[in-house]
């Protein structure tokens, strides 16, 4: 047997234990160097024959209106940390920029509120991060708690293929907990349309109350159904939350009806014109909205609720 081979079987349990916890130990900090040292790494980054126009900055929630004003209250709401903006200029064609922003939204379901609720479901997807797309010479990426924007001048070929280097370079630098938001797993993949899941963390469906929501279209009968999905701390605080859609939908539509369908308990909302049907099961609560068809929506909502993936 090799002096190899002899090793390989003297190490214990332990020993390997200790290995391993190290061999993360060195990971994790190596993670936080490249976090810190972020203006560093972009300006690293900077295209050959081009320059850095006015240098990195970095904005945090008190001042983020300076970069992006009549945008900081969207990212805001979603707890943003901090914000590294850095623009690249052609040395030759000063007329040529790409603007690089990266958002670090502190976890990774707020980063993929931002990049959901920003996304355009017409736009090609990319195969970088956790999820992308395109949009002429434009780049919007997530990757785990960081929301990558590539803003280009103009869209020709070169700033294309600029920016998408550009776009690789910083998602590959910037590391992912590979922490996956809840609504992803628990809303049904059934009849589910590509890319129109959303998470909107307050507010959702203009309702003060409703918050941590997922919301995604369905195709049900050749209609297109839009769903929600809002967690909430205890079966008692979901039907709270319920009790309270009821009452909203009692004020601001024409009518409230409780229902029991195949075993399932349904709020059946008359907005005027459509039809919320809201459930709560253990601590959820979802339906569908603005449904026409008040029949199409009480069989959405129970498909939902007898599909719904409950941790």
Not at 158 to 174: F, H, N, P, S, W
Not at 230 to 239: F, G, I, L, Q, V
Request: aromatic share 12%.
């Amino acid at each position: 047997m090799t002096p190899a081979g002899r090793f390989k079987r003297r190490l214990s349990p332990v020993l390997l234990a200790l290995m391993v916890t190290a061999l993360m130990f060195i990971w994790s900090n190596r993670q936080l160097t490249a976090s810190q040292s972020l203006p560093e790494i972009v300006t690293g980054f900077t295209p050959e024959g081009w320059q850095i126009f006015d240098g990195v900055k970095q904005f945090v929630p008190e001042n983020i209106y300076e970069q992006i004003n009549g945008r900081a209250s969207f990212f805001l709401a979603y707890d943003m940390i901090r914000m590294t903006f850095v623009s690249y200029v052609n040395s030759v064609n000063p007329a040529q920029f790409i603007d690089l922003s990266i958002y670090d939204m502190g976890t990774t379901t707020n980063a993929f509120g931002v990049f959901s609720t920003e996304r355009s479901p017409e736009a090609p997807p990319l195969n970088i991060g956790r999820a992308g797309y395109r949009s002429g010479a434009d780049y919007f990426i997530w990757q785990g708690q960081y929301y990558i924007r590539v803003i280009s001048s103009e869209a020709v070929d070169k700033l294309q293929r600029i920016g998408m280097d550009l776009a690789r370079k910083v998602t590959e630098c910037l590391p992912d907990s590979g922490e996956q938001p809840w609504g992803l797993a628990a809303l049904p993949l059934k009849d589910r349309i590509a890319s129109s899941i959303q998470y909107i963390k307050v507010n959702a469906m203009g309702m003060d109350f409703m918050h941590n929501t997922y919301m995604a279209g369905y195709r049900k009968n050749g209609t297109e159904v839009a769903a929600f999905l809002s967690r909430r701390d205890s079966a008692e605080s979901a039907r709270v939350n319920l009790d309270q859609y009821a009452a909203f939908a009692q004020k601001y539509g024409k009518g409230v009806e409780r229902l029991r369908v195949a075993g399932v308990n349904l709020v059946s909302c008359d907005m005027g014109g459509s039809y919320d049907v809201v459930f709560h099961k253990e601590g959820l609560v979802g339906g569908v909205s603005s449904v026409e068809d008040r029949g199409l929506a009480i069989r959405v909502a129970i498909e939902m609720w007898q599909q719904l993936h409950i941790e």
